[in-house]
């Protein structure tokens, strides 16, 4: 099941800088770990935004609801998910 998501990131200005900093690498590392498992299949930055729109490709809303509520920076985002289907004038 493939998933567009949106993720609106702020983190408040009085977060201490290396809790932050701590965050954000947690964050990447778990970020990469699902893309390299296939399940996180795109991350774009949106351009001029602390924001990104990402695909998610797995087995069921719970699954996904899971993976995002574990993101280290999931107390900091706003997230919008948007589920996807074929459309039948697509080519792959
Ligand atoms: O920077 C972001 O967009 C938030 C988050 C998503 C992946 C990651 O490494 O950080």
């Known amino acids: 099941m493939l998933f ?4 609106d990131v ?4 009085d977060l201490p800088d290396a809790q932050a900093a701590d965050i954000k690498a947690r964050e990447k590392a778990y970020a990469q ?6 399940r996180w ?3 774009w ?3 001029g935004e ?3 729109y990402s695909v998610f490709d797995v087995g069921s809303n719970d699954e996904l609801h899971t993976l ?3 993101l280290p920076l999931f107390p900091y985002m706003k997230i919008h998910v948007t ?8 080519i792959a």
């Open 50 to 52: 602390y924001a990104n």
């Open 10 to 13: 702020n983190i408040p200005h």
């Open 4 to 7: 567009l998501v949106r993720m």
């Open 33 to 38: 770990a699902l893309q390299n498992d296939g």
């Open 68 to 70: 995002l509520s574990g």
């Open 83 to 90: 589920p996807l289907a074929q459309h039948p004038s697509a």
């Open 41 to 43: 299949r795109h991350l």
């Open 45 to 47: 930055r949106v351009v």
